[in-house]
């Protein structure tokens, strides 16, 4: 294992296919946060009571705007605020795709994650599994990179 | 929006998004070619800002929702210009393949526009 002794890089989760990665997951936040600001925009406008999956889109947009911000960033608590949202998406994606299926009511109109994003090229889907496959890939490097820090101090 | 620029841009798109996928992965780093495809993508989507504020005094206004249009089309326009700085900070071949995903996002998102001035709405 290569990372326990080689000097640690500054952040190790942006390094290599990783910043692909990153990448993909900056244009579906961009993605996202555009096409939820365009539908709650329009549901205001017809002063309409924005509904519930307007909101949800929303929700999810933010989650992949920190996911992007978690995957750059250093250190330990990034690392594990990266797991929690990326967490987050795939259960979202996982139920939101399933009530949409199963109860088209709540979801007459199309989320991010409505069923199983294929709005999205299923990107939302499949992008959470490889974030998962890539942070416990990066998992050594980021003990490495803790330890070395507090050498340092 | 004009409809053969929208296929040339889609056109261009693709192919340069394949081509960059294809140096990237061959383990090229980013290059005046590369570069220069992303920034050839960029210069037809500012051709697209320019048809799009001009076209509906010619009697071409959009069929959908201009919100919802010129949302893709200003998403759009900062991909190039984020996919190159990140080439010229970072000149490894990941580089190279993140212009050609950059690239091929771009032609969803004009295929996108497309749908929304002609078909949406019509």
Same mark, same amino acid.
């Given at each position: 294992m290569p990372e326990l002794t080689a000097p640690a890089? =500054?952040? +190790? =989760?942006?390094? *290599?296919?990783? =910043?692909?990665?990153i990448v993909v997951y900056g244009i579906l936040a961009l993605g996202a946060t *555009? =096409?939820?600001f365009v539908q709650i925009a329009h549901s205001v406008e017809d002063s309409q009571q924005v509904p519930l999956a307007f909101w949800l889109s929303a929700l999810a947009s933010v989650v992949y705007i920190v996911a992007t911000i978690a995957l750059v960033a250093p250190g330990r608590v990034w690392y594990r605020i990266a797991?929690? +949202?990326?967490t987050f998406e795939l259960a979202g994606v996982l139920v939101v795709g399933t009530l949409s299926l199963t109860h088209p009511e709540l979801f007459a109109r199309p989320s991010v994650w409505s069923w199983y994003g294929n709005g999205y090229l299923f990107i939302p889907l499949f992008l959470p599994v490889l974030g998962m496959i890539w942070l416990r890939s990066r998992r050594v490097g980021v003990d490495a990179a803790d330890r070395d820090a507090s050498d340092a101090a | 929006m004009i409809e053969w620029l929208t296929i040339?841009?889609?056109?261009?798109a693709v192919a340069g998004? !394949?081509?960059?996928?294809?140096?990237? /992965?061959?383990?090229?780093? &980013?290059?005046?070619?590369?570069l220069g495809v992303v920034a050839l993508v960029e210069v037809l989507l500012v051709g697209q800002l320019i048809s799009a504020i001009v076209s509906p005094f010619a009697g071409n206004s &959009?069929?959908?929702? &201009?919100? $919802? /249009? #010129?949302? #893709?089309?200003?998403s759009?326009?900062?991909? &190039?210009?984020?996919?190159? /700085?990140?080439?010229?900070? $970072?000149? @490894?071949?990941?580089? @190279?393949? !993140?212009?050609?995903?950059?690239?091929?996002? !771009?032609?969803?998102?004009?295929?996108?526009?497309?749908?929304?001035? /002609?078909?949406?709405?019509?």
């Open positions: 890089p =500054r952040s +190790t =989760r942006s390094k *290599g296919v990783g =910043r692909v990665l *555009g =096409r939820s797991w929690i +949202t990326i | 040339v841009q889609v056109a261009v998004g !394949i081509l960059c996928l294809a140096l990237g /992965f061959a383990g090229r780093k &980013p290059n005046d070619y590369t &959009p069929s959908g929702d &201009p919100l $919802e /249009f #010129y949302t #893709y089309l200003i759009a326009l900062l991909l &190039p210009a984020a996919g190159v /700085f990140w080439a010229l900070v $970072e000149r @490894t071949r990941w580089s @190279t393949v !993140i212009l050609g995903v950059v690239c091929l996002a !771009i032609a969803v998102m004009v295929y996108r526009m497309n749908v929304i001035w /002609f078909v949406q709405g019509a």
